[in-house]
């Protein structure tokens, strides 16, 4: 069975307005609701905003008092 925990959106806005060349790029994680969850990063490339957005999800989940 497979159960959709959240989703991810991944967007693009210009860093120097006007060139089109330098973007910054953000990774969100969405509930199945649609409500934004804390899960998110960010970067001047897509693998350096993955590489965030897992390090959101991985200290989420290494958090202190987290249950397991």
Do not use: C, W
Request: glycine content about 8%; overall charge neutral; proline content about 6%.
């Amino acid at each position: 069975m497979i159960t959709t925990l959240f989703t991810v959106q991944v967007t693009a806005r210009p860093e120097n307005m006007g060139d089109g060349n330098n973007e910054r790029y953000a990774a969100q994680a969405f509930a199945t609701n649609g409500s934004p969850l804390s899960y998110r990063g960010e970067g001047p490339t897509l693998a350096a905003a993955f590489r965030q957005f897992v390090r959101t999800v991985d200290e989420h989940e290494h958090a202190p008092g987290k249950k397991y």
